[in-house]
C-alpha cells in the first residue's frame, strides 16, 4: 500500500508529463513596449524590411527599429507626404523593395525611404467612399508585380509596374457591386485560384476567368469567417465558427476539401475571427495561432498532439506579456515576433543546444524551480535536488522520450526525512547520499532494479543533531573514512558501519584548527591533501594523521592570497591544477598558499562563483549568478566564453550551490533559480546569423542632419536622402567635422552586436569599435573618402558585407584645381621670365665680350697703326727732305719719288688694313663709300671727272667678309691708281649695277686703254684675276685702245649669304 | 713776311716734330718757327705770339691735345687750330673738332698733298670725310634744334654720301670755294653747338648734384 499509492501518482504524473513533454522548448520571451520607446503598446503587425530593419505597427503609429531607438511615423494633417494613419494594419514590402504600409482609413501607403516621407494611394472601389474602403488590412503580392489588397469594404489590385489601381480585375469579375462592397477577406492558394470571403459566403475563383464557385454553403452552417492562412503548399487554416479548418485544395475536383477540423479552446462556444488573428506555421512544423486568450501552438507532425497554450503571467517577466496576441512574424534569423496588446514580444526557435527542466504552470518536470543538487547514480538515473523535492529523472541515460521524472517529497516517500535536499553526494562504491537543507542525511540503497529506499544517518551522533543545521556534502576519502561537510555542526568523520564519529570544531583563533564551523565543500586532491572551503574561513588544508589543519584566509593587505573567504567549491582539473569557487572569484592555487585569481575583469559573467565542472575536452565550465562561463586557462591566458538565457540557458541566470554536475556520458547540467539546464558542450554552436549594417545617424560638429529634399538656402547643410539611402556626401572644406551614428540589425543581443569601421583616407586598417555605435572624424583634411562599416553579431561572427558611404570634401577656394592651375602658369611665367632674363643676361654679356674683343682687336691694330704710322710719316718727311736736297740729280730725285710712291702705298695698305678690321664696315656700301673717297681723293687733283653711280644705302646688307674687302679694295686702287697714271681720260666712274642676284661693280673710263698683252700690265692683270678669285667672285677686264678700260666684278648675293 | 702763312706744330715725337718743321719752313710760302713737344710749353709762347695756323698732335701723352684746344683757343682766339692724327676715324679727331678745332690732316699724307691742305686749312676750307661727316650728322640729330642751315645740311648730308668738294659744287650748282665755305660754318657751329652741349651737360652734372 505503501508503495503502491506513491507508484500509482507515480505513473499518472508520468503520463501526464510523457504527452506534456513531447513539445517544444521552455519559451523565453523577450519583451519591450512604450517604456523602450514603442510609439503605442497595442502592436497589431510587425514585418523586418530587406535592409534588416524591424517595423512595428502599433494602434498609434508606425515604428522602425534599429535594435537601439525608434523612429516613429505619424499622420500629419498639413503633411501630404505623411503617413495616412496613425492605426497600422498591415506593413508589406514586394518584390521590389517597396514597403507598403496598411491603415486604418488612410488607404495604401508607399514609404519613401530616400526622404521618409509616404505616397498615399486611395483604391477605387465600389463601394460609396468610407472608412472601411480606405482601411487597408491585408497585403499580399501575386503574381510577381501584382498587389492584392483587403480593406473593410472590398478587395483591390494595384499594378506595381504602373503604379496604380487595376480597373475591374477579372478575378472580380463575377461579382456584383454589392458583394464586392462586403468582401471583407481573401487567400491566395496559388496562381491560379484565390479563395474570396463575402460576408459569410466563401469563393473559390479562378484568377485568370473570374468564375468563382462557393464551398462549404450547405455542409457546416459556417455563419463566420475569420483569418485563412498556408499550412503547407495547397493546404490552409481557415478560422470559421465551426473551428479551425484544415483544408485543402484538390486541383483535380477544383474544389476544398476539410481535413480536419480543429478546437483551439474545448469549453469555449463560437470562436470567431475576433479570437484568432493570426495563424502561422514556422519552419519546425509548429503552428503558432495569435489569439485574445494568449498564444497557442499545435505540434502539425504529431497526430495526436494537442494545443498548448502560452498566456501572461504577472509574475514572470519573460513570459508572454499580453494575453492579447495580433500577429505572428517569423524572421530570417529564427526569431519569433509577436505583436500583442502590451508590446513586442519575441522568442528564438533556433534549436539552443540547452535542454531545459523547470516547474511552471505548463512545465512540471521538477519538483519545483529552485534546483541545487544534482548526481548520477549507477543506473542511469539523475538526481535533481531542490527546495520542493527531490525530482529522480529515471532513464536520463536513454533518448529524451524515455526520460521519466518523479518526484518525490516526505509526502510521497515517508523515508524522505525532509523535501529541500541541498546537495547529493556519491561515495566511492557509488552510493548516493542525500544531505538535507536541515534533519542529517541519508543513503540510498538501490536494489539491482534501481528501486531505492532511503537509511537516515540524521541521529548518527544524536537525535536531532542537525534539526536547525544542513548538511552540504558527505565525502569519502581514498582510505575509506567519510567525513561530513555541515553547516554549523564542523567538519565530523564517522564510519557508516560502526557508526562511530569525531568532530573537528573549528577555533577562530587556534590557526592549527578548522578556522570555521560552515564546511562547504570537501576535496581529497591527487596528491592525497585533504581541502576544506569554508563559508568564512577560507580554505583549510588537514592533516588527517596529526589532525592538524593550515588555514589560507583572504587577506586584503596581502597580494596572491585566496580572494574571499566563503569557499563554495574545490575542484582538481585534468592538469592537476586546483581550483577554488569562492563568493568573489574564482581562484587558481599556483603554489602552497599562492594563488591566481579571476573575476569580471577577467571575463567572468560575475563574480559569484559556485561550482566547476570539465567536459571532455578539457574546458572547464563554472557556474555564477550571472550563467555559466567556459574557461580555458593556457600558458597564461585566460578565456571565458559566457552563457545565459540569452543563449537559451533558462536554469539561470543565477545558479546554486551544488548545482552543477557532468555525467558520465559527458552531459553537463547546471542548476539554478529556474530549474534545471542540460546539454552537451559540443553542440553548442556559434550563432549563425549574422546581422546588416545599417547608417542611422549622420553628424556635422556633432549636430544631426536632417534631410530635406529641396535645397533650403539657409546656410544649414541637410541630406537629400535619409543616410542610409546616401552613396554620396559632398561637403564645403570648412565642413570637415563628421560623424556617423550605425547599428547592426541583429536583435538576438543587440547590445552585444559588435562593429567595425573604416575611413578610406585616413585609417589604415579597420577600427575594432566593440559595441560602440559611433564614429567621429573631427578635422577632416578636403578630399574623397569612402567610409565602410561592417557589423558582427553578439558572438563576434562578422558579417562580411559592409556598408560603404562616399564622403567628398570639396578643397577651399585657394586648393581648387584651377587654383593650382593659377599657381602652375605663375610658376611657368616665373621660371620663363627668369630664363628669358638670364638668357638675354647671357646675351648681353656676349656681345660685350664680344664688342670687347673686336674693340681689342680694333685698338690693337689701331695702336700699331699708330706706331708704324708715326714711322712712316717720319720716312714720308725725310724723303721729302731728301728730295729738296737731291739739287737736280735726276736719278736721286727719281729714286726718291720711287721711295715716297711706296711708302705712300705702304701707309695706303695699313689703312685699308685697319679699316677692314673695324667690322661696322663689314658690308658692300662702307667698302664702296671707302673706294669713292680714296678715288676723289684721288682724282681730286687731276684733270679726270670722277663720278659714281648706284652706290646705295641698301648695299649695307650685303655683308663681306674683311678678306673679301680687302680685295675688292685692291683690285679697284689698282684700277684706280693706272687710271690715274696712265689712261688720260678725262672722266672716269664708279658703277654699281644689280641685275636681279648679281651686283657688278665697274670701274671705268674714256681714257687711251691698254694693252693686255703688254707684259707691264700682266702683272696687275694677273692681280685683279687672282685677287677675284680669292674673293671667290667673277672679273672682267675690258680694254681697247682709246676705247678707254673697265674692270668689273660681279657678286653673287646669294653665294654672299647675310 | 706778310704773305707767309705762319704755322706752329705741337708734337711729340721729336724727329717728326723736327722733319715736319724743315719742311714746312722750307716750303715756300711757309714759315715754321714754333714748334712745341707739348701743350704746356706751347700755351704761353702762343699767348705772345700766335701764327696762324697751329698743327696740334692729337695724341700728345701729357695734356690731351682735345685739352689743350679749350686753353690754346683762350689765348690764341683767332688761330685756326688743325688736327694731326695718324687716323681720321678716330673719334679724338671728332672730340677736337667739337672741341674747336677747324680742321684735320693726316700725318702720312704726301708731303706736298700735305702742304696742299695746309694752304686750304688756312684758308679756311678743311675737308671733311663721309666718316666725319656722319659724325656730324649725328651729333647734330643729338641736339635740340639743328642750328645748320638747309644748304649746310645738304651739304653735309652730300659729304656722308662720301662725295667730294667738287662733286658737292657740281650738284648744288656753285663754286668749289662756297663748298669749303659752308664746311668751315658747320665746323664752327659744331664747335658752338658741342660747347654749349658741354656747358648744359656740366649745369645739369650740377643741378644733379
Known amino acids: 500500500m505503501k508503495t503502491i499509492l506513491p507508484r500509482l501518482i507515480s505513473i ?51 515604428n522602425r527599429y534599429d535594435g537601439f531607438e525608434f523612429k516613429t511615423f505619424f499622420y500629419e494633417p498639413n503633411d501630404s507626404t505623411s503617413l495616412g494613419n496613425n492605426f497600422i494594419w498591415e506593413i508589406f514590402e514586394d518584390s521590389q523593395h517597396n514597403l507598403w504600409i496598411g491603415n486604418f482609413g488612410g488607404g495604401l501607403c508607399l514609404f519613401n525611404r530616400e526622404l521618409e516621407t509616404f505616397k498615399t494611394f486611395y483604391p477605387n472601389l465600389p463601394a460609396t467612399s468610407n472608412l472601411n474602403e480606405r482601411s487597408v488590412k491585408y497585403i499580399k503580392e501575386f503574381p510577381k508585380g501584382t498587389l492584392w489588397l483587403s480593406t473593410h469594404a472590398g478587395v483591390a489590385l494595384f499594378d506595381l509596374s504602373k503604379m496604380e489601381f487595376v480597373e475591374n480585375p477579372t478575378p472580380l469579375k463575377s461579382f456584383g457591386k454589392k458583394e464586392l462592397s462586403k468582401m471583407n477577406n481573401l487567400f491566395i492558394i496559388n496562381e491560379n485560384r484565390v479563395i474570396l470571403v463575402v460576408k459569410n459566403h466563401l469563393f473559390l475563383v479562378d484568377i485568370n476567368s473570374g468564375e468563382a464557385h462557393q464551398m462549404f454553403s450547405e455542409k457546416l452552417e459556417i455563419s463566420e469567417f475569420g483569418k485563412i492562412a498556408k499550412h503547407q503548399k495547397n493546404q490552409f487554416w481557415i478560422n470559421s465558427s465551426s473551428g479551425l479548418l484544415l483544408t485543402k485544395y484538390v486541383e483535380s475536383a477544383d474544389s476544398l476539401k476539410i481535413l480536419r477540423t480543429y478546437q483551439i479552446e474545448k469549453e469555449s462556444g463560437k470562436i470567431s475571427d475576433h479570437l484568432i488573428h493570426d495563424i502561422y506555421k514556422d519552419r519546425n512544423g509548429l503552428v503558432w495561432f495569435a489569439t485574445m486568450k494568449g498564444l497557442f501552438v499545435l505540434d502539425s507532425k504529431n497526430e495526436a498532439a494537442d494545443f498548448i497554450n502560452y498566456t501572461h503571467d504577472e509574475n514572470s517577466p519573460n513570459g508572454l506579456p499580453s494575453n492579447f496576441v495580433f500577429d505572428i512574424y517569423e524572421d530570417d534569423s529564427q526569431t519569433i515576433w509577436l505583436g500583442t496588446g502590451n508590446g513586442v514580444s519575441r522568442f528564438s526557435i533556433f534549436p539552443p543546444p540547452f535542454q531545459n527542466f523547470s516547474f511552471a504552470k505548463n512545465r512540471t518536470e521538477l519538483c519545483g524551480s529552485f534546483v541545487a543538487g544534482i548526481q548520477e547514480d549507477t543506473f542511469g538515473n539523475l538526481w535533481v535536488g531542490g527546495r520542493e523535492g527531490l525530482t529522480v529523472i529515471k532513464n536520463f541515460d536513454q533518448a529524451t522520450d524515455q526520460w521519466e521524472f518523479n518526484c518525490h517529497n516526505p509526502t510521497n516517500q515517508k523515508d524522505l526525512k525532509h523535501k529541500y535536499v541541498l546537495g547529493i553526494s556519491k561515495d566511492r562504491s557509488g552510493d548516493l547520499w542525500l544531505c538535507y537543507h536541515r534533519d542529517g542525511f541519508a543513503k540510498v540503497i538501490q536494489n539491482e532494479k534501481g528501486d531505492w529506499r532511503l537509511e537516515s544517518y540524521s541521529d548518527l551522533i544524536a537525535p536531532d543533531y542537525f534539526k536547525n543545521h544542513a548538511i552540504n556534502a558527505i565525502y569519502e576519502d581514498r582510505s575509506g573514512v567519510f567525513w561530513i561537510a555541515s553547516s554549523g555542526k564542523n567538519l565530523i568523520k564517522f564510519d557508516p558501519k560502526k557508526k562511530t564519529h569525531k568532530t573537528f570544531v573549528y577555533d577562530d583563533h587556534d590557526f592549527t584548527k578548522l578556522s570555521h564551523p560552515y564546511v562547504y565543500v570537501i576535496f581529497e586532491d591527487s596528491k592525497n591533501n585533504f581541502w576544506l572551503g569554508t563559508a568564512a574561513g577560507g580554505l583549510c588544508k588537514m592533516d588527517r594523521e596529526k589532525e592538524t589543519f593550515t588555514r589560507y584566509a583572504h587577506d586584503p593587505n596581502q597580494p596572491n592570497n585566496l580572494s574571499h573567504n566563503m569557499v563554495t567549491y574545490i575542484f582538481e582539473d585534468s592538469k592537476t591544477r586546483l581550483w577554488i569557487c569562492t563568493a568573489n572569484g574564482l581562484n587558481l592555487m599556483e603554489t602552497e ?316 695698305g695699313m689703312r685699308d688694313f685697319i679699316w677692314v678690321l673695324d667690322p661696322d664696315n663689314d658690308n658692300l656700301y662702307e667698302t664702296l663709300m671707302r673706294l669713292k673717297e680714296f678715288a676723289n681723293g684721288i682724282f681730286e687733283f687731276s684733270q679726270i671727272h670722277f663720278t659714281t653711280k648706284g652706290i646705295d644705302e641698301y648695299l649695307k646688307t650685303i655683308a663681306l667678309s674683311g678678306n673679301q674687302r680687302r680685295h675688292l679694295l685692291l683690285i679697284f686702287k689698282e684700277g684706280i691708281n693706272n687710271s690715274l697714271k696712265y689712261s688720260a681720260a678725262q672722266n672716269a666712274q664708279f658703277s654699281v649695277l644689280q641685275n636681279e642676284e648679281i651686283i657688278e661693280l665697274k670701274f671705268s673710263d674714256d681714257g687711251i686703254g691698254f694693252e693686255k698683252e703688254n707684259q707691264k700690265n700682266g702683272q696687275g692683270l694677273k692681280n685683279i684675276k687672282s685677287r677675284a678669285e680669292k674673293m671667290g667672285v667673277k672679273h672682267d677686264i675690258f680694254s681697247e685702245k682709246n676705247k678707254g678700260s673697265a674692270i668689273s666684278i660681279f657678286i653673287n648675293i646669294t653665294h654672299m649669304g647675310n | 713776311m706778310e704773305n707767309l702763312i705762319r704755322v706752329a706744330i705741337i708734337e711729340d715725337d721729336p724727329r717728326i716734330r723736327q722733319l715736319m718743321q724743315l719742311i714746312v719752313d722750307g716750303s715756300p710760302g ?180
Open chain 1, 593 to 908: 598558499g599562492k594563488f591566481k585569481r579571476f573575476s569580471k575583469k577577467d571575463g567572468l559573467p560575475n563574480d559569484f562563483t559556485y561550482g566547476m565542472v570539465e567536459d571532455k575536452n578539457g574546458d572547464l565550465w563554472v557556474s555564477t549568478n550571472n550563467g555559466i562561463s567556459k574557461i580555458t586557462f593556457e600558458q597564461g591566458v585566460f578565456t571565458t566564453e559566457n552563457f545565459n538565457s540569452n543563449h537559451g540557458l533558462f536554469a539561470g541566470n543565477e545558479f546554486n550551490q551544488n548545482g552543477y554536475f557532468k555525467t558520465k556520458d559527458n552531459r553537463l547540467c547546471f542548476g539554478g533559480t529556474n530549474g534545471l539546464s542540460v546539454f552537451d558542450p559540443n553542440e553548442i554552436k556559434p550563432y549563425p546569423f549574422v546581422p546588416q549594417v545599417a547608417l542611422t545617424d549622420f553628424l556635422l560638429f556633432n549636430e544631426s542632419v536632417s534631410v530635406a529634399p529641396k535645397k533650403i538656402k539657409k546656410g544649414k547643410f541637410t541630406l537629400n536622402q535619409s543616410i542610409n539611402e546616401t552613396k554620396e556626401v559632398n561637403l564645403k572644406h570648412y565642413q570637415n567635422f563628421l560623424a556617423f551614428e550605425f547599428a547592426a540589425l541583429g536583435f538576438a543581443q543587440s547590445e552585444n552586436n559588435k562593429y567595425a569601421y573604416q575611413m578610406e583616407g585616413v585609417d589604415q586598417d579597420w577600427v575594432q569599435s566593440g559595441t560602440r555605435r559611433l564614429a567621429s572624424y573631427p578635422n577632416l583634411k578636403s578630399g574623397n573618402y569612402v567610409f565602410k562599416i561592417k557589423a558582427a553579431n553578439h558572438e563576434g561572427i562578422w558579417n562580411e558585407e559592409l556598408k560603404s558611404i562616399a564622403i567628398n570634401i570639396a578643397p577651399p577656394p585657394w586648393k581648387t584645381w584651377w587654383a593650382y592651375l593659377i599657381y602652375l602658369a605663375t610658376a611657368v611665367l616665373a621660371i620663363y621670365g627668369i630664363i628669358w632674363f638670364r638668357v638675354q643676361n647671357v646675351r648681353r654679356v656676349e656681345k660685350a665680350k664680344l664688342a670687347e674683343r673686336e674693340l681689342f682687336r680694333k685698338r690693337s691694330a689701331r695702336d700699331f697703326h699708330d706706331e708704324a704710322g708715326n714711322q712712316i710719316t717720319k720716312i714720308s718727311l725725310m724723303t721729302e727732305i731728301a728730295k729738296r736736297k737731291s739739287n737736280g740729280n735726276f736719278e736721286l730725285n727719281n729714286l726718291v719719288d720711287q721711295i715716297g710712291d711706296e711708302i705712300q702705298t705702304l701707309r695706303s
Open chain 2, 30 to 209: 711757309f714759315y715754321c718757327h714754333q714748334v712745341f713737344e707739348d701743350c704746356e710749353s706751347a700755351i704761353p709762347a702762343l699767348e705772345k705770339n700766335s701764327p696762324h695756323l697751329l698743327l696740334l698732335d692729337v695724341d700728345l701723352p701729357k695734356m690731351s691735345g682735345i685739352e689743350g684746344i679749350s686753353l690754346i683757343k683762350k689765348v690764341a682766339p683767332n688761330m685756326n687750330i688743325v688736327m694731326l692724327t695718324v687716323h681720321e676715324d678716330d673719334e679724338t679727331v671728332f672730340d677736337a673738332l667739337c672741341a674747336g678745332a677747324v680742321g684735320y690732316l693726316i700725318k702720312g699724307l704726301p708731303p706736298d698733298q700735305l702742304l696742299l691742305y695746309l694752304k686750304e686749312a688756312h684758308a679756311g676750307g678743311s675737308p671733311m670725310s663721309s666718316v666725319i661727316a656722319r659724325k656730324v650728322v649725328r651729333h647734330f640729330h643729338g641736339g635740340q634744334n639743328n642750328p645748320l642751315s638747309p644748304r649746310e645740311t645738304e651739304v653735309l648730308q652730300l659729304l656722308c654720301l662720301g662725295e667730294n668738294y667738287k662733286t658737292i659744287a657740281e650738284k648744288l650748282f656753285v663754286s668749289s670755294n662756297t663748298i669749303k665755305a659752308h664746311i668751315k660754318k658747320i665746323y664752327s657751329k659744331l664747335h658752338v653747338n658741342s660747347r654749349a652741349e658741354a656747358v648744359a651737360k656740366a649745369i645739369q652734372k650740377r643741378i644733379v648734384r
Open chain 1, 12 to 62: 499518472s504524473l508520468i503520463f501526464f508529463f510523457e504527452i506534456s513533454f513531447a513539445q517544444p522548448n521552455e519559451i523565453h520571451f523577450n519583451n519591450f513596449s512604450v517604456d523602450e520607446g514603442l510609439s503605442q503598446s497595442g502592436v497589431r503587425r510587425v514585418f523586418k524590411d530587406h535592409q534588416g530593419f524591424m517595423w512595428f505597427g502599433t494602434q498609434d503609429g508606425l
